[in-house]
Each structure stands twice: as structure tokens, then as C-alpha cells.
């Protein structure tokens, strides 16, 4: 079986390799990066792992893009792509987007809105009466009751005509009040969720600070417990609330002290808490003025002694961090959805532009340069459609480790729709410019997008290191099982024989069974991606251990890899159902898919190629040095060529 | 006096949709296509739900004959504040052919059966611009006819219609029972709202099929083909009169 030859050596030195990889993951802590972003990924894994009986084994997760980072391909949450409504929620849904389309396009004025910088009170008054601000409260409670799908449809609606206002209902109930759907126990849901869903109340999510920023677990603003425990007394600032001026109820996370039962050490760690406006002590700024998203208000809150009953702490006490991070993985698909509606009205409107513009005697669409535009900027929100729903569909389908397909979603969505704008724009040329044209609002509009709910640059470092962390937990247990062989033999032999498959050079034609026979060619390439993926992941982790924490330069990279794979199968599925279905887009779907999957599958190459070999490893050193000159230079450091100061 | 209104639907291709005409000139592309109810049905029920808070009515009926999604229709009209709904099922090679007559058919012996007082439809319908169903199941019925209203009202046991014509406004005065149809300036549809959607869901929506209300569905029609209209020629600048007459000469128009 282990002939002794060059591939078996190779083998054995890999295998000692991974054992040093595994003793070094198992000891000790990640030194000198912030314990937030250790926390985060550690404490944002908090969904349950899929198999949490099976003590023996490690955690094991169905979700495609963890398993990415083992080079595995697991396609049940993917493949085939989810269907997930049944006809009445279809029905329902279908009944539903019209007078919502009809609300956006005849009641709001977005111009308005913009101008104004305020939604006026005869838009809110329709979007209560249109049920908008409780679309996933339980009826019971008051709501539509929708599901994670059927919302993000509706979403996409608001998406296409007014983001300061899909701003202002998501910062509602995305995120506002999302805790007392996720966390709230039936008394808090009774008491607070009637008046949220029917828009009686506004809701707010208050979470950031002057000095807290990404950096969550920095936060400054305390609740003190009362001595008698009835209360808790909060004093703080919080920064750049989304409805913080309108809100009458706030999520607020707030340093709270835990006495740790064992030391008896009290430390401070977050907890969550519903309050109300009422309680006294809230006070707020002006509304800040903004690049975009102009009509949604952002304010500054203020907590001065605000006296919080101790029935309303959101969750366990102490495990506030968990409650937000939560919150926001929860409410993430549905910027995707929002964007996806955004970039469809967009696209239409450079077609539109395109397809009637005459230059040079001809219309400006029949130019390659103009054709290339409009191919990228739908390809790209064909991909940002396909991930949305394939989120919300498996949230709908009741898996619960979605988070890094949620976060990947984000990124790419916010990215793409800035994308999308912006050439749009250049397609409009000068009249892209100017406002009446109505592109410059939406650019505007989008910014934020790439900022806010977890900015995109600590996203990418989260998808890297929970896919790092996934990996390190099966080496872990591969260690255990090579220190007593006879307790897992199937482990150490499986193992032997995905090291066989992985120095052979990428051969892997997983995904290709799954799809629809037009589409092998990219499903090969799909699946040569996910390979090569995990083969560079695991060299990164033999390299660095655990220090690839500090590593951000590589951890882009391999974020970056990691959309681009994910989103190559996503589309794969989703291209292969409609061929199946023979939908009259089918064949342009399969265009697409083509195209973004051979494009995705160079980028992966060049990605994963800059996180090897010694000229990146300098490059990184070198651009870690410019960095650190400028920084000491507060600016640039050469003067004009000129010389002149 | 308390009266039993009854409004005819159509589920159309949205008004804002760019119509393509099938590559088979069979008709127009409608797979795949965003469908909803015609406009001036939606004025139609509009006004039922207006008589019915004004007690004038005190039943409203919705009626679609179409094939299953007319439905979609229906629960829109129940979400605007129809009591009930009926959906009289037309399979779809047979709505393919089906035309005013055999709807106004329908609706006649409907009206009938469940003793309506009014019947209000939409003046025509945006897909084949027939405005022929509101005529045609007057005629049926024998019952007086008030169509391109633009406003109705109440005078004791008669109905006043203001009706838009070519040459001005007409008022006219039926008695009852009658058929009206509703005209663009007859009033301004409510938005269905949310919550009323999901209530919508619980009323009534009764299925009737044409056997069960007599009617043969045979086509009187035949399409014989479905075209784009042709492009519009540009047009030429003529420096007077004389080559005017030159020019028109030469295109044999005269």
C-alpha cells in the first residue's frame, strides 16, 4: 500500500509537516493581534456546529464555502440551487410585489428624499400602511410573517427605486429589532414587537461608538447593575445610528461586569439590552449630513443614567458580543437582495442609454468597449442575485452555518453595485453626470454599503480566518487520530488518500455530475478551483500556523479566492436549474456562467499564486515599508519632481 | 336599497412591459413576463369598493374568466376590498380564442344566478383594446348601459352616469339593474395594502367552470397573424405647395 518511492516520502514529509501545523494549533493563543478580531472569528462561529452530538469527531459543517478551505467539495447547500417557496408563499409573494412597485414608483420621491434629506411623513404613513416596517414579524404579532426568501423579494423592490429608504426599514427591522425576533424571550416579543411591525415605533441598533468601531468589543458605554438587580443604569455615546433621531426603541450592547464563578474575577464583557426612549436620559444629535442615503436619519445617542429594567437585558447576560454579531449575520442576505434590485434598475438604464445613443454613425452598443461594460455589469449582478437567494433560500431551509456565504454576499454585493454604478455613469457620459439623471444619487447612495454591517475589509478577513479556524479543527482531530491510529484508522486513511489526489495536480471534476452537461467545462473549473484553494490554504497554514492571523496581506488573497469560488458554484447551480427548466433565459444564464467561470478561475490563480514564493513575500515587506514611511511621513514622502517646496 | 355590485378583472401584461411579438406571429410574448390587472379594472374596482363604504352596496363581487393565474388577479381585487371573488377557469388553448362575447356570456348568466344589481366593468382592456365586453353583456341581459363613466352617482332608484364621449360629457339616467364601464377619470385606485393582501387570502374565491354557466367557447375568431407595426418611415421637407403635389403624385397618393 505505502510503496517507498518519491510520492510516498513526499507524503510522509507532508504528513510530519502537518503534524508541527497541528501540536502548534493546539497550544497557545494568537499573539499580538487584537483579541477582537480573535473573538470574532472564535465567538461568530456561534452557530452550533451541524453535528454536535459527535463528540469524537471534529465540527463538522455542510456549508460550501468552509469546506472550500479543506479543498472539499459539499454541495448540499448548493447544489441543486433552492427552491425553497411553496405556492401559497409564492402567491403570496406575488401578490405582494405589485402594490409595492407600484408604492415606490408613484408615492416615493426619491429626489425628494435626497434633497430634503428626510423621508417625508406621507412616504412613512404609506410604507406603514403597506405593512413595510414588519415584514418578518410573526402575524400573530402583528406582521407579514415573511420568510428570509419571500423578504428579500420585497427588498429588492425598494433596492431598485430609494436605498434611503430600504436604509431606514432595514435599519428597523434588519437589525434594529431583529435581537427580540433572534433573542427576545415571549415576553419581550409580546410587548415590543406589535408596535415595531406596524411602525407605530421606530427601531435602532446602537452598537457603535467613537472609539469602536470594527473593533466592536472596544465599546465604552456601560450598564451598571442596580444594587438591588432590578435595573441596570446605562451611560454612553453611540455614533452614526441609523434612525438614532427617530427611534423609540434601541437595541443598545453595553460593557456590563461578569464575575466569573470559578476565579471570582469580575471582567467586563457586552451585553445587549431593549431600551426604551421612554426610560429617560436619551438625547440625540442633528442628523448627520451624508454622502448618500441622504433621506435615512444618522445620529448621534446619547445615554446619560438611562434606567434600564433588568427584564430587558436581549439575551444572556454577558454574551452581547454573540447577540450582535448575530444580529448582523442574520440580516446580511438581505443587502444582497436590496443591491441585486439596485444594479437591475441601474443596468436598465445604461441599456437603455446604450441602445439608443448614436455616435461615430452608429448606436454606442454595437462598440466593443461599451458591449464589455454592459456584459461585466450583469454578469456581475447575475452573481450577486445568485448568492442572495441561495442564502436566504438555505436560512429558509433551516441551516444555520451560513455565515461565511452571508458575509461573502456583502462584500460582493456592496462591491459590485458600486461597480455597476459607476460604469453606468461612464456609459451615460456626461449626462451619467449630471443629476437629473438620477446614477449620482444612487453612486452616493451605495457607498455606504461598503462600509457599514461589518466593512468589507474586516469581512474579508473574517471569511479567511473562520475558513483557516474550520481547517485547523480537522488537523486537530487528524493529530488525535495519528497519536492512537487504531482509536480512527478511517481518518488517517482518508486523509492518506486526499494527499494522494493532491500532489497529483489538480485532477478533480466534482462539480461536473451535478450540473447540466453545457455547463462541464466550467463545473471543471470550478471544481480545479476549490482543489487548488484548499492545497494553498493548507501550505499557508503549514507555514505560518497560527501567526497567519498577523497576515493580512495573504488573508486578502485568500478572501479574495474564496468569492471567486464560491461564486463560480453558485452560478454553476443556479445556470444548470435553468437549463433544466428550460427557462427563456436559460441560454443566456449559460453565457454568463461561462464566461465568470473562466474569468473567476483566473483570478483564483493569481490570487492564491501571490500568497507563495519569495518575490510576495518581499513585495508584502515592501509595501509594509512604504506604508510605514508614509505614516511617519503623514503623507507622501517625495516632494514634486520639480523639487520645488 | 342595498345593492349587489359585481366587477369584471383582466389579467393583462403590465402596462409598463415592452411588448415583443412572438417570432411565430402567433401573438405576443407573455411567458416570463410581468402580468397585472388592466387599469381601468382597477378603476372598476376601485368604484364597487367606493359604493359599498358609501352604503350603497353592501355586497361587491370580483369576477376573472381566465386561465389558473387569473387568480392573482382576483386576490388583488379581494385585497382592495372585494367581499368575494369567482373565478370562472378558461384552460389556456381556449382562453387563447376567447373573445368579449364569450366573456360577456359568462358574466350575463353570472349576473343572473347571483342577482346583481350593477354590473361595473373596465371600460376595455389594455391587451386588445376591444371595449366591446360592457356592450355586449348589456345587450345579453337586455339591462340599459352607461359605458366611458366618469362619474357615477345615486338619485333615488336611479343610477346618474356622467359618460366621456367625443364631444363633451353626456349624462345620462338608467334604471336598475344596469352595466356601466369605467373610464380613465371615473376616480383614482387605492394601493392594495399589505396587511390587506393577507387578509384577501381568507375571503371567498369561488371556481365556476363555462360548462357550468352554458357557455361554448368556440371561437367566432381566427388570428391570422400578429405583427409589429411597421417602422415609421422618415419624413421629407417640401419647399411649397407645387412640390407637394409633385411629391404625392409620384407615391400615387393622389
Known amino acids: 500500500m505505502f510503496r517507498l518511492n518519491f510520492k510516498s516520502i513526499a507524503r510522509m514529509r507532508s504528513v510530519i509537516e502537518r503534524k508541527i501545523l497541528i501540536y502548534s494549533l493546539g497550544n497557545g493563543n494568537a499573539q499580538g493581534l487584537s483579541t477582537s478580531v480573535v473573538n470574532f472569528v472564535s465567538v461568530s462561529t456561534a452557530p452550533p456546529p451541524e453535528n454536535p452530538g459527535n463528540r469524537k469527531g471534529p465540527p463538522t459543517s455542510n456549508s460550501f464555502a468552509v469546506n472550500m478551505f479543506r479543498g472539499v467539495i459539499n454541495t448540499e447547500q448548493v447544489f441543486p440551487y433552492p427552491e425553497v417557496l411553496t405556492s401559497e408563499e409564492r402567491e403570496t409573494l406575488e401578490m405582494l410585489i405589485g402594490p409595492t412597485q407600484k408604492f415606490f414608483e408613484e408615492k416615493n420621491d426619491p429626489v425628494f428624499n435626497d434633497d430634503k434629506a428626510e423621508i417625508p411623513e406621507s412616504t412613512l404613513k404609506g410604507l406603514r400602511e403597506m405593512g413595510a416596517f414588519g415584514l418578518q414579524v410573526p402575524t400573530e404579532l402583528g406582521g407579514l410573517g415573511l420568510s428570509n426568501s419571500q ?15 430600504g436604509i431606514c426599514l432595514g435599519a428597523h427591522q434588519s437589525i434594529g429589532f431583529k435581537g427580540v425576533l433572534l433573542f427576545g424571550n415571549p415576553d419581550q416579543k409580546k410587548k415590543y414587537l406589535p408596535d415595531v411591525a406596524s411602525g407605530k415605533n421606530f427601531a435602532a441598533f446602537a452598537l457603535t461608538e467613537p472609539t469602536s468601531g470594527s473593533d466592536a468589543n472596544s465599546i465604552r458605554t456601560r450598564a451598571e447593575p442596580s444594587a438591588d438587580g432590578k435595573h441596570f443604569i446605562l451611560n454612553g455615546n453611540k455614533i ?32 445587549a439590552f431593549i431600551v426604551e426612549r421612554a426610560f429617560g436620559g436619551i438625547s440625540h444629535s442633528k442628523p448627520e449630513k451624508k454622502m448618500g442615503i441622504k433621506g435615512s436619519n444618522t445620529a448621534e445617542v446619547y445615554f446619560d443614567n438611562t434606567k434600564i429594567p433588568s427584564e430587558n437585558l436581549l439575551g444572556e447576560y454577558g454574551e452581547g458580543f454573540k447577540v450582535a454579531m448575530n444580529i448582523l449575520n442574520n440580516g446580511r442576505f438581505g443587502m444582497g437582495a436590496a443591491l441585486s434590485g439596485t444594479m437591475r434598475a441601474t443596468i436598465a438604464q445604461a441599456t437603455e442609454f446604450a441602445v439608443n445613443r448614436n455616435q461615430f454613425g452608429r448606436k454606442i452598443n454595437t462598440f466593443g468597449a461599451i458591449q464589455e461594460k454592459l456584459a461585466t455589469m450583469s454578469m456581475k449582478h447575475y452573481v450577486c442575485e445568485s448568492i442572495a437567494y441561495n442564502v436566504a433560500g438555505n436560512m429558509d431551509r433551516g441551516f444555520t452555518d451560513f455565515q461565511i456565504e452571508a458575509a461573502i454576499s456583502k462584500i460582493f454585493a456592496s462591491e459590485a453595485a458600486w461597480f455597476v454604478a459607476d460604469e453606468a455613469i461612464q456609459i451615460l457620459g456626461g449626462m451619467g453626470f449630471m443629476k437629473e439623471t438620477g446614477l ?149 444564464e449559460t453565457l454568463m456562467t461561462k464566461v465568470w467561470c473562466h474569468q473567476a478561475y483566473d483570478r483564483v490563480k493569481t490570487n492564491l499564486g501571490l500568497t507563495k514564493g519569495e518575490r510576495n513575500i518581499q513585495i508584502t515587506k515592501d509595501m509594509m515599508a512604504i506604508s510605514e514611511g508614509i505614516c511617519h511621513n503623514g503623507g507622501v514622502v517625495q516632494s514634486n519632481p520639480l523639487g520645488v517646496l | 336599497m342595498s345593492l349587489r355590485v359585481m366587477v369584471g378583472v383582466k389579467r393583462v401584461v403590465d402596462y409598463a412591459v415592452k411588448v415583443r411579438v412572438k417570432p411565430d406571429k402567433t401573438g405576443v410574448i407573455t411567458d416570463g413576463v410581468k402580468h397585472s390587472m388592466n387599469p381601468f379594472d382597477e378603476i372598476a374596482v376601485e368604484e364597487a369598493v367606493r359604493l359599498k363604504e358609501k352604503n350603497v352596496a353592501n355586497e361587491i363581487i370580483a369576477v376573472s374568466c381566465g386561465p389558473a393565474a387569473s387568480q392573482e388577479t382576483l386576490r388583488t381585487a379581494l385585497a382592495m376590498g372585494m367581499d368575494k371573488a369567482i373565478h370562472v377557469e378558461i384552460p389556456q388553448p381556449q382562453y387563447d380564442t376567447m373573445q368579449p362575447i364569450h366573456v360577456a356570456k359568462c358574466l350575463a348568466k353570472l349576473a343572473t344566478d347571483y342577482k346583481v344589481d350593477i354590473i361595473i366593468l373596465g371600460k376595455q382592456a389594455i391587451d386588445d383594446d376591444c371595449n366591446q365586453t360592457a356592450q355586449m353583456t348589456a345587450g345579453l341581459l337586455d339591462w340599459p348601459q352607461g359605458v366611458y363613466a366618469s362619474k357615477i352617482e345615486k338619485d333615488g332608484d336611479l343610477l346618474v352616469v356622467t359618460r366621456e364621449v367625443d364631444g363633451g360629457l353626456e349624462t345620462v339616467k338608467l334604471k336598475l339593474p344596469a352595466v356601466l364601464s369605467a373610464d380613465l377619470r371615473l376616480n383614482e385606485p387605492r394601493y392594495a395594502t399589505l396587511p390587506n393582501i393577507m387578509k384577501a387570502k381568507k375571503k371567498p374565491l369561488d371556481k365556476k367552470t363555462p360548462a357550468d354557466l352554458g357557455v361554448d367557447l368556440a371561437p367566432r375568431h381566427q388570428v391570422v397573424s400578429i405583427e409589429d407595426p411597421p417602422t415609421r418611415q422618415a419624413g421629407a421637407k417640401v419647399a411649397d405647395v407645387d412640390e407637394l403635389i409633385s411629391r404625392l403624385k409620384a407615391l400615387g397618393r393622389i
Request: charged share 20%.
Open chain 1, 240 to 271: 452614526w445610528i441609523s434612525n438614532g433621531g427617530i427611534a423609540e426603541i434601541f437595541t443598545v450592547f453595553a460593557q456590563t461586569p461578569v464575575k466569573d464563578e470559578k476565579t471570582g474575577i469580575t471582567k467586563d464583557k457586552m451585553s
Open chain 1, 440 to 588: 449620482e444619487r444612487v453612486l452616493r447612495d451605495i457607498r455606504i454599503f461598503r462600509i457599514f454591517e461589518g466593512t468589507n475589509d474586516i469581512l474579508r478577513l473574517f471569511v479567511s480566518l473562520t475558513g483557516m479556524q474550520y481547517v485547523g479543527s480537522h488537523l486537530r482531530e487528524l493529530q488525535k487520530a495519528m497519536k492512537n491510529p487504531g482509536s480512527n484508522l478511517g481518518l488517517v486513511f482518508s486523509e492518506a488518500t486526499k494527499r494522494l489526489f493532491k500532489t497529483s495536480g489538480s485532477s478533480s471534476k466534482a462539480m461536473v455530475p451535478l450540473v447540466h452537461p453545457t455547463l462541464s467545462e466550467a463545473a471543471t473549473l470550478a471544481s480545479q478551483a476549490v482543489e487548488e484553494f484548499g492545497q494553498a490554504v493548507e501550505g499557508i497554514l503549514i507555514k505560518y500556523h497560527k501567526s497567519v492571523m498577523e497576515e493580512q496581506f495573504l488573508l486578502n488573497r485568500i478572501a479574495e479566492a474564496a468569492i471567486d469560488t464560491y461564486s463560480m458554484a453558485v452560478v454553476l447551480s443556479r445556470a444548470s436549474n435553468s437549463l433544466h427548466k428550460n427557462l427563456p433565459s436559460a441560454h443566456h
Open chain 1, 151 to 165: 423578504y428579500a423579494r420585497l427588498v429588492e423592490v425598494v433596492g431598485s427605486h430609494d436605498l434611503g429608504v
